[in-house]
């Protein structure tokens, strides 16, 4: 019964996962609450989880990969990108293999945050497309992670387990050995020949049209002077030339859908529309309208202030804003700038943009303050992607960041601390030295990762203590007789890479290897071969946007669709394959 239980929970969650309706971390607490109701995880034991060093790992290494993104050290690393006259392959050799060696040692999220601006503004300084470069330097992120324990959280995940299964540890470069032979073969085949395989959306209208996303949606408002007013609907084509699409007519709070022809403008009517930007740009000019939105007063009054600056951002996957609009959360009022305009790839909105709920990799545009906008972004979870110049840091606290890391690094591969003791050490001195203001160590944690983790541990266990890991397992070695033992490693490494494609890379090792362990223990060979390909599988989330963080990141500035992921994903996993399995077994023999 326990085992059907069990069973029936990870069928739950793959689909839960998969569906993406709900997020993951509440997918993790909805399995955690079923296998407490029906008694396999005692209630006083719920939320041990929580405590798993991994756990603590993860947010510790979080804090201080915050400290090392907001110290400027990669911005610095990236000047010469800024000041020569480089070639395209040469740009993005040195993008991916920046983003891939900051990712090693950093959260890949962060690594790829702080490279993406960089990465448009080169586009657009040397008139290519964007989407040549963030495809490839979102996948160097996750290649980067692969080599080193903290660089991705499925490598803490399988250290952790493999320390309560058998004593040890991987230290700190263990994976190195393959993780990092994987990274410089997949990076080669990234910047000389992937790239190529991803769509080149080159923007409309001139360079200041800097992003490759889908059409915005804006509202704009019709005043007294306004050469729309008292004109029918048809009159529109003459300010748009078709380029602007009317999506709905707000008058007195009643909302009327696609107007007629005959329908007749009148003043104060707040009219939805979609375009391009510098076509949204040419029409209001034109037409004499005014942005409409919360906050009216105030942007009129801005107009003129040379302090109030617009800018366009990504929402990113832990921002705070997520599923709330700026209407039932005041942002006005409680963040200090206006919501101009969304762009939602690959979805029309035909709302009020302040009744939109933001959705990860929405690219809005917002009002603000110049001197406060940054910090604004910040706290809204949001990357801003406006060329504004680069922030190359102070020297100083460059030199504190890194010396604070390389510290709690030394004192973990030396064995004097435990990774989880040093790091924790590492987020405390970025603090207590002003590396990190205190108001940004709670929100550096990207907390639903946390809580995933620490609510579905106990189903990873409860899948080993209850059989189900070995019986999953016995089926694969009715396999043995007939395969030769690499290619029941490869069939691991391909159903673990296949998981993490569509549900959450943590997720997927934590389910991943107390299955791997029990086939390993059933061929009677070593296990680490066969937890290094779930710890790679692991990290292999290149087919989908869903799959990682970094791909969700990249697709709205990048213009994407779901299956472009497809193009250069799909060699380059079937390369990891071709290239991973031997270097395993090289490196870990079975």
Not at 270 to 279: F, R, V
Not at 347 to 365: E, Y
Not at 373 to 384: A, H, Q
Not at 464 to 476: P, Q, R, S, V
Request: hydrophobic residues 50%; proline residues 5%; negative net charge.
């Amino acid at each position: 019964m326990e085992m059907k239980v069990v069973f029936g929970t990870l069928i739950l969650a793959v689909i839960l996962f998969a569906w993406g309706k709900i997020r993951y971390d509440l997918v993790s607490i909805i399995c955690l609450l079923i296998l407490v109701l029906f008694g396999i995880v005692p209630a006083e034991e719920a939320f041990l989880g929580f405590a798993h060093p991994a756990v603590i790992t993860v947010g510790m290494v979080l804090v201080v990969s915050h400290g090392l993104a907001r110290s400027g050290l990669v911005e610095s690393m990236a000047k010469i990108l800024i000041e020569k006259d480089l070639s395209f392959t040469v740009q993005l050799a040195i993008l991916c293999i920046l983003v891939c060696f900051a990712s090693a040692f950093m959260n890949n999220v962060g690594a790829l945050a702080m490279t993406m601006p960089l990465a448009v503004l080169i586009a657009n300084k040397h008139g290519h497309s964007a989407s040549s470069y963030l495809m490839p330097i979102a996948f160097a992120s996750l290649l980067g992670g692969m080599t080193t324990l903290i660089g991705t959280p499925p490598n803490i995940i399988i250290s952790t387990f493999r320390a309560e299964q058998f004593g040890q540890r991987f230290r700190m470069f263990d994976f190195a050995a393959v993780g990092l032979g994987i990274a410089v073969i997949g990076l080669a085949f990234i910047i000389f020949i992937g790239w190529r395989f991803v769509p080149k959306r080159a923007p409309k209208g001139d360079d200041k049209n800097r992003f490759n996303i889908d059409d915005y949606i804006t509202e704009v408002v019709i005043p007294e002077d306004s050469k729309l007013k008292d004109q029918p609907h048809r009159a529109i084509y003459e300010f748009t030339k078709g380029n602007i699409q009317i999506l709905n007519i707000i008058r007195n709070d009643q909302l009327t859908y696609a107007p007629g022809r005959n329908f007749v403008f009148r003043e104060n009517d707040i009219i939805s529309i979609q375009g391009d930007p510098e076509d949204l740009k040419d029409f209001i000019n034109e037409s004499k309208t005014n942005l409409a939105g919360e906050g009216q007063e105030e942007k009129e009054s801005a107009k003129n202030n040379e302090d109030i600056i617009i800018v366009e951002a990504v929402v990113m996957e832990s921002s705070p804003i997520l599923d709330r609009s700026a209407s039932d959360m005041l942002m006005s009022f409680r963040y200090g700038v206006n919501l101009l305009a969304i762009s939602r790839q690959n979805q029309k909105i035909r709302k009020r943009i302040d009744h939109v709920k933001f959705q990860a990799g929405d690219v809005i545009l917002v009002q603000g303050e110049s001197d406060k906008i940054d910090e604004t972004l910040s706290s809204m979870g949001c990357l801003p992607l406006a060329d504004r110049g680069l922030n190359l840091g102070e020297p100083k606290k460059i030199i504190l960041a890194l010396g604070i890391f390389l510290s709690s690094l030394a004192l973990i591969i030396s064995g004097f601390l435990e990774v989880q003791v040093g790091f924790t050490l590492g987020a405390l001195l970025m603090v207590l030295f002003r590396v990190i203001p205190i108001r940004e160590l709670y929100t550096s944690v990207d907390w639903p990762v946390i809580i995933l983790l620490g609510a579905l541990l106990p189903l990873g266990t409860a899948l080993e203590d209850t059989g189900g890991a070995n019986l999953i397992a016995e089926k694969i070695l009715l396999l043995k007789d007939s395969l030769p033992p690499w290619a029941i490693l490869t069939i691991v490494l391909v159903v673990t890479m296949f998981l993490s494609d569509i549900i959450n890379n943590a997720a997927t090792v934590v389910l991943m290897a107390p299955i791997a362990l029990n086939i390993s223990i059933g061929m009677g060979v070593a296990s680490d071969p066969f937890l290094m390909a779930v710890a790679i599988g692991g990290s292999c989330a290149f087919l989908t946007p869903i799959g990682h963080q970094s791909n969700a990141l990249v697709m709205g500035p990048g213009g994407y669709k779901f299956t472009d992921y497809l193009r250069m994903g799909a060699p380059l996993e079937l390369l990891i394959v071709a290239i991973g399995i031997p270097l395993i077994l090289f490196f870990w023999p079975l």
